[in-house]
């Protein structure tokens, strides 16, 4: 069965700041990994994804993450963080495994607050 | 940019009566999902369909929950007889490659 863990419930950085969301997975096939963002009250917004490739996968917002497959990880970076990058990230793997498109598995989220 | 559109975008509803939660997906996608929120929790998977019938389910997926395409480009979910615990964010997705495609969700509100 497939997994994620998001090992920080919460992490609280300055702004300005680097930043490093950590997720590791389980999955018993070629992985999907996805992170997604969201504010309150708000739907899911896809930060970056990887299928297949180069490990390393830029995205929207100047966010970028890194798959291991050697650790299961997907760990998701930003070097400068904002005050507007507040929110709620999720963690997420699927792909495809007995002939259909998996679902995706979400991690319980990692809360991130911004100090000014 | 095609997207997939749910509605209604908020439902108040009395425990015990039925709600329907519709979604139209991206329109060549074969893979259509439903997924749970709980405020302030994960999402959570609840049910997976593709060639008109269900692929997999979650154990949340019970007896009063149901899934249907009528239609061709419609995904409806019906909860029989919502119970207190079904106040949450749904979220339809679609895919054709594996890529999730979300909508902006049906927050449904029990009382």
């Known amino acids: 069965a497939q997994s994620v863990t998001q090992p920080d419930i919460h992490i609280t950085v300055s702004e300005g700041a680097s930043l490093e969301l950590r997720c590791n997975y389980s999955y018993g096939a070629t992985p999907y990994l996805f992170w997604y963002v969201q504010s309150p009250g708000q739907g899911l917004q896809l930060l970056l994804k990887y299928f297949s490739g180069d490990t390393l996968v830029q995205g929207i917002k100047g966010f970028e993450a890194e798959f291991k497959r050697s650790q299961s990880s997907f760990n998701l970076r930003k070097p400068s963080v904002h005050w507007s990058d507040a929110a709620e990230y999720f963690c997420?793997?699927?792909?495809?495994?007995?002939?259909?498109?998996?679902?995706?598995?979400f991690g319980k989220g990692t809360h991130l607050i911004i100090q000014p | 940019e095609p997207e997939v559109t749910q509605t209604p975008s908020h439902q108040v509803t009395q425990m015990g009566q039925e709600v329907i939660l519709r979604c139209v997906p991206i329109s060549n996608h074969l893979y259509f999902y439903w997924y749970r929120q709980i405020l302030g929790q994960k999402v959570e998977f609840l049910v997976s369909f593709y060639n008109n019938e269900i692929s997999e389910k979650s154990e949340i997926f019970d007896d009063q929950f149901s899934v249907e395409r009528p239609d061709g480009s419609n995904f409806t979910l019906k909860i029989r007889s919502t119970k207190l615990e079904d106040s949450a964010m749904y979220f339809c997705?679609?895919?054709?490659?594996?890529?999730?495609?979300f909508g902006e969700g049906s927050r449904l509100t029990v009382l």
């Open positions: 997420a793997v699927g792909g495809y495994s007995g002939g259909g498109a998996d679902g995706l598995t």
């Open positions: 997705a679609s895919t054709y490659t594996g890529e999730l495609f």
